[in-house]
């Protein structure tokens, strides 16, 4: 039955491409909200795009009939032009909405972070991930599920040189071997983003117990690809 309202950040990104599509589709998800700087690609019946070029507006728009939400907005460095731009849209703007989902009655949040995110690290986006990781933790929903994959494997619309390469090889070990030779390092864009379904669908319905939970790469694996049913 379709139920679950949804709201998504990062809808035209790799990852948040792939959600939105499983989303638009999912027989338990009855609305999807959906920011977006630009128009979206697709739309359907039940997608509500929340379409605004300035980010600042973002928190403002989010719906208070929404009970899940769904993070996979990121940005990099080059394409940000500093760090501290970088740090706006990754750390700043996700916590803010995060924080509109937690005020308007959100329950369960879902955030793609990355596999190094220390809030320790000395390097600036591990440390930044961490203190995401940190901070939306302690806004405190009834579950708050975080995903940390490896090198993300897809084809992505910016340009990403010295990342190419090397998705070029964890597709090329896909090929060959997959469960020894890409599984343990980098996992496909569609796969991650069937994990964040299938975990944050999992807490709605009341599967999960665990207030914090946090998905490894054998995790993602398992919900996105091993355990993974369609829809």
Same mark, same amino acid.
């Given at each position: 039955m379709a139920d679950t309202t949804c709201t998504?950040?990062?809808?035209?990104?790799? #990852?948040?491409? *792939?959600i939105y599509s499983i989303l638009s589709s999912h027989p338990? #998800?009855?609305? #999807? +909200?959906? +920011?977006a700087r630009r128009e979206l690609p697709t739309t359907s019946p039940k997608t509500h795009p929340l379409v605004s070029s300035d980010s600042s507006t973002?928190?403002?728009?989010?719906?208070?009939?929404?009970?899940?939400?769904?993070?996979?907005?990121?940005?990099?460095?080059?394409?940000?032009?500093?760090?501290?731009?970088?740090?706006?849209?990754?750390y700043d703007l996700n916590l803010e909405l995060a924080k509109a989902a937690k005020d308007k009655g959100a329950t369960t949040y879902v955030l793609v972070s990355t596999s190094g995110a220390n809030a320790s690290s000395f390097l600036a986006y591990p440390k930044m991930k961490g203190e995401l990781e940190e901070a939306v933790k302690e806004l405190g929903f009834d579950h708050t599920v975080i995903l940390r994959p490896g090198l993300i494997v897809g084809e992505r619309e910016d340009s990403r040189p010295p990342e190419?390469?090397?998705r070029k090889v964890a597709a090329w070990a896909g090929k060959i071997s997959e469960p020894w030779l890409? *599984?343990?390092?980098?996992?496909?864009?569609?796969?991650?983003?069937?994990?964040?379904?299938?975990?944050?669908l999992q807490c709605v319905e009341g599967k999960v117990q665990q207030k914090v939970w946090m998905l490894t790469q054998n995790d993602i694996i398992r919900l996105g690809k091993t355990e993974w049913t369609g829809v």
């Open positions: 998504l950040a990062g809808s035209t990104g790799l #990852v948040g491409g *792939n338990a #998800v009855s609305t #999807v +909200y959906a +920011y973002w928190a403002a728009l989010y719906p208070k009939a929404s009970s899940l939400f769904f993070s996979a907005l990121g940005t990099t460095r080059g394409a940000a032009g500093s760090v501290q731009a970088q740090r706006k849209i990754d190419f390469a090397i890409k *599984n343990f390092w980098a996992q496909d864009a569609d796969v991650i983003a069937k994990a964040a379904v299938s975990a944050g």
